[in-house]
Antibody, heavy 129, light 107 residues
Framework: EEQLVESGGGLVQPGGSLRLSCAAS????????MSWVRQAPGKGLEWVAN????????NYVDSVKGRFTLSRDNARNSLYLQMNSLRAEDTAVYYC??????????????????????WGKGTTVTVSS | DIQLTQSPSFLSASVGDRVTITCRAS??????LAWYQQKPGKAPNLLIY???TLQSGVPSRFSGSGSGTEFTLTISSLQPEDFATYYC?????????FGGGTKVEIK
């Protein structure tokens, strides 16, 4: 069974740091882009960041740029999110997720489309004094 | 950033009803759109990708359509297990934004 299990959440003071981990199993982790998506209490989903298979490319939402760092260890089938300078607005459930891509032809042009097909159960981060 | 506007944000319907949810993008995103279902306390679940392709294992009563800036998710005959919140997501460009969600409740 393809599975993602997050850990590392907890209560942290504003300005503090936390490192989230995501352990993947049941699939070849090193062949997929991976993402983090968060959800503040009672709010909608927010895409946070993703990382390429070899870690050479990373993308972040503006609100976390310079504060959060995404990394991965393919030998350990693990994804990490280092969160620094945490703010109250970072309080959320953080989901680890697997990105999928597929190619398709449109006329003479070939494109890649994407989606998220596997989600972890989430880990809760609370930033409060 | 591309903004996604879902409507309605709340929908009250009965079992057996046909339900349509709309997602409008602030700029064209071709077919780079996915739909997810989320139940309380659970992770989202993929329903549709590429705007209209049904994910394996998802019941055929779910369907998606649209391209460019306007997209719809349709549930042809609402079942008790479909009461949930539905989100669209654009994957055309970064950041890969989500719509605000549509909560489907029992009438």
């Amino acid at each position: 069974e393809e599975q993602l299990v997050e850990s590392g959440g907890g209560l942290v003071q504003p300005g503090g740091s936390l490192r989230l981990s995501c352990a993947a199993s049941g699939f070849t982790f090193s062949t997929y882009w991976m993402s983090w998506v968060r959800q503040a209490p009672g709010k909608g989903l927010e895409w946070v960041a993703n990382i390429k298979q070899d870690g050479s490319e990373k993308n972040y939402v503006d609100s976390v740029k310079g504060r959060f760092t995404l990394s991965r260890d393919n030998a350990r089938n693990s994804l990490y999110l280092q969160m620094n300078s945490l703010r109250a607005e970072d309080t959320a459930v953080y989901y680890c997720a697997r990105d999928r891509s597929y190619g398709f032809w449109s006329g003479y042009n070939y494109y890649n489309n994407y989606y998220i097909d596997v989600w972890g159960k989430g880990t809760t981060v609370t930033v409060s004094s | 950033d591309i903004q996604l506007t879902q409507s309605p944000s709340f929908l009250s319907a009965s079992v057996g009803d046909r339900v349509t949810i709309t997602c409008r993008a602030s700029q064209g995103i071709s077919s780079y759109l996915a739909w997810y279902q989320q139940k309380p306390g659970k992770a989202p679940n993929l329903l549709i990708y590429g705007a209209s392709t049904l994910q394996s294992g998802v019941p055929s009563r779910f369907s998606g359509s649209g391209s460019g800036t306007e997209f719809t998710l349709t549930i042809s005959s609402l079942q008790p297990e479909d009461f949930a919140t539905y989100y669209c997501q654009q994957l055309n460009s970064y950041p890969r934004t989500f719509g605000g969600g549509t909560k489907v409740e029992i009438k």
